[in-house]
């Protein structure tokens, strides 16, 4: 049978190592949306193929075109041209600067509407929780406030989960990494496989691995603040409401480190 090559325009760098060896992509799609496409890997990995742009996810592939059917099969991927992106968030050398500059980039000049899962009574209890385990460096109480919310709250990744990865990426950047100790990771990830969808556990194991989509990257890594508020913009645009509720997770999160040392 003949297969369908498709031309990469870009994906992450790690994903690109993982993906040198075996190109392929497996015969059937795990879910198909008008823009996108996910697969799952026989080792449980989640691909997701989109259009030329930002990569919406650290597991995502920008292709050059998305005029193929991608439901057909087989399908390889062409990973010749494409550009290696490095979306790892790493530990600010300054970190005052870069909370002002992620002040600028989160500020609000008309908050975008989150999801409404957010604003239950459980949602917002476990966001307190949250908050208050960052201001202390709690871990205990960082992994009891997170399961809390891993899974909640609708949409194809949850509420809950957004929220969440937008926290780790504020902590990776601004706290050193912190929670992120062996016990953290293995309690968030562990959570992830029962309590949300396979997509909020993909997002969910590359965050607390420090690897997120290119726009939440560039926000938190911004080099002016221009650049972070542009960053902002195109965050809020992603899903329904997936970039309002992962903003929401960075505000709260750096409000929550001003009680601890730059």
């Given at each position: 049978?003949?297969?369908?090559?498709?031309?990469?325009?870009?994906?992450?760098?790690?994903?690109?190592?993982?993906?040198?060896?075996?190109?392929?992509?497996?015969?059937?799609?795990?879910?198909?949306?008008?823009?996108?496409?996910?697969?799952?890997?026989?080792?449980?990995?989640?691909?997701?193929?989109?259009?030329?742009?930002?990569?919406?996810?650290?597991?995502?592939?920008?292709?050059?075109?998305?005029?193929?059917?991608?439901?057909?099969?087989?399908?390889?991927?062409?990973?010749?041209?494409?550009?290696?992106?490095?979306?790892?968030?790493?530990?600010?050398?300054?970190?005052?600067?870069?909370?002002?500059?992620?002040?600028?980039?989160?500020?609000?000049?008309?908050?975008?509407?989150?999801?409404?899962?957010?604003?239950?009574?459980?949602?917002?209890?476990?966001?307190?929780?949250?908050?208050?385990?960052?201001?202390?460096?709690?871990?205990?109480?960082?992994?009891?406030?997170?399961?809390?919310?891993?899974?909640?709250?609708?949409?194809?990744?949850?509420?809950?989960?957004?929220?969440?990865?937008?926290?780790?990426?504020?902590?990776?950047?601004?706290?050193?990494?912190?929670?992120?100790?062996?016990?953290?990771?293995?309690?968030?990830?562990?959570?992830?496989?029962?309590?949300?969808?396979?997509?909020?556990?993909?997002?969910?194991?590359?965050?607390?691995?420090?690897?997120?989509?290119?726009?939440?990257?560039?926000?938190?890594?911004?080099?002016?603040?221009?650049?972070?508020?542009?960053?902002?913009?195109?965050?809020?645009?992603?899903?329904?409401?997936?970039?309002?509720?992962?903003?929401?997770?960075?505000?709260?999160?750096?409000?929550?480190?001003e009680t601890m040392p730059a």
């Amino acid at each position: 049978m003949i297969g369908t090559r498709l031309r990469v325009r870009a994906l992450g760098a790690k994903l690109a190592a993982r993906l040198e060896t075996e190109p392929s992509l497996p015969d059937r799609p795990h879910s198909v949306f008008e823009h996108a496409v996910n697969f799952e890997a026989a080792d449980g990995a989640l691909l997701t193929l989109h259009g030329p742009g930002p990569l919406a996810a650290p597991f995502a592939i920008a292709l050059e075109s998305w005029n193929e059917d991608l439901r057909g099969g087989p399908r390889t991927l062409d990973l010749g041209g494409a550009a290696r992106v490095d979306l790892a968030i790493r530990p600010a050398r300054n970190g005052v600067t870069a909370r002002l500059l992620l002040a600028a980039g989160l500020a609000e000049p008309r908050p975008e509407p989150c999801a409404t899962g957010l604003g239950t009574p459980r949602a917002r209890d476990a966001r307190a929780a949250l908050s208050r385990a960052i201001g202390v460096r709690d871990a205990a109480d960082f992994i009891d406030a997170a399961c809390g919310l891993i899974g909640l709250g609708e949409g194809l990744t949850p509420a809950g989960d957004d929220y969440l990865v937008g926290t780790l990426a504020i902590l990776h950047r601004l706290a050193e990494g912190w929670p992120a100790s062996g016990a953290v990771v293995r309690a968030l990830t562990a959570r992830a496989v029962d309590a949300t969808t396979t997509v909020g556990a993909a997002f969910l194991r590359h965050a607390v691995a420090g690897q997120f989509s290119e726009p939440l990257r560039d926000l938190t890594m911004a080099k002016s603040p221009s650049a972070a508020r542009a960053a902002a913009a195109a965050l809020a645009r992603m899903g329904a409401t997936s970039g309002a509720d992962t903003l929401a997770g960075m505000r709260a999160a750096l409000a929550a480190l001003e009680t601890m040392p730059a």
